[in-house]
T-cell receptor, first 116, second 114 residues
Framework: NAGVMQNPRHLVRRRGQEARLRCSPM?????VYWYRQLPEEGLKFMVY????????ESGMPKERFSAEFPKEGPSILRIQQVVRGDSAAYFC??????????????FGQGTRLTVV | KQEVTQIPAALSVPEGENLVLNCSFT??????LQWFRQDPGKGLTSLLL?????REQTSGRLNASLDKSSGRSTLYIAASQPGDSATYLC?????????????FGGGTRLMVKP
């Protein structure tokens, strides 16, 4: 059973370009969470998704950021018109559908976005 | 709103020492608390998950405790080794229905010297 897979591992974008980060949850997991870790800062929750639904996006910036988790395929975190302040490590976590509050979160290796 | 704090921010110990990492949280209605390890440039590895009904959990040389009334959790590492060097993070969901919308502490950066 492969773990949470994120790609790419490293992504370089010029200011103004779009960044697309992908996350494939562990097999059997239908809950996906995105977190951001800014340089020298802690991990901050961004968005929580289930298949085809955004459950909570309270941690996501209101502009330029969007997330989806389609019925088929990976979850996508999309950042439009990137700025230098978006440079960070973006982590995805997944958990199973049963007993949501009882289960561990399993994290991917992260995507390190650098905006130049 | 749950807030999580970890002290100290950094810790350096000689190999073989037993050590304790501290985690404090503000909402005592905590449902569970997780401890993670993060190596530089890597993702997070889950170490231990303590449910609110439990007082402690053990895995190998690691033991984590949870005291809801005082708003504290500790991670005890026995006989530390250089390979234990990493950043240790504790995290908690804000409520039962929040799943794994975790609030993280700032982490403790541990260095175990040979």
């Amino acid at each position: 059973n492969a773990g949470v897979m994120q790609n790419p591992r490293h992504l370089v974008r010029r200011r103004g370009q779009e960044a697309r980060l992908r996350c494939s949850p562990m097999k059997g997991h239908s809950h996906v969470y995105w977190y951001r870790q800014l340089p020298e800062e802690g991990l901050k929750f961004m968005v929580y998704l289930q298949k085809e639904n955004i459950i909570d996006e309270s941690g996501m910036p209101k502009e330029r950021f969007s997330a989806e988790f389609p019925k088929e395929g990976p979850s996508i975190l999309r950042i439009q018109q990137v700025v230098r302040g978006d440079s960070a490590a973006y982590f995805c976590a997944s958990s199973p559908s049963q007993g949501v509050g009882d289960t561990e979160a399993f994290f991917g290796q992260g995507t390190r976005l650098t905006v130049v | 709103k749950q807030e999580v704090t970890q002290i100290p921010a950094a810790l350096s110990v000689p190999e073989g020492e037993n050590l304790v990492l501290n985690c404090s949280f503000t909402d005592s209605a905590i449902y569970n608390l997780q401890w993670f390890r993060q190596d530089p440039g890597k993702g997070l590895t889950s170490l231990l998950l303590i449910q609110s009904s439990q007082r402690e959990q053990t895995s190998g040389r690691l033991n984590a405790s949870l005291d809801k009334s005082s708003g504290r959790s500790t991670l005890y590492i026995a006989a530390s080794q250089p390979g234990d060097s990493a950043t240790y993070l504790c995290a908690a969901p804000p409520s039962y229905n929040a799943g794994n919308m975790l609030t993280f502490g700032g982490g403790t950066r541990l260095m175990v010297k040979p």
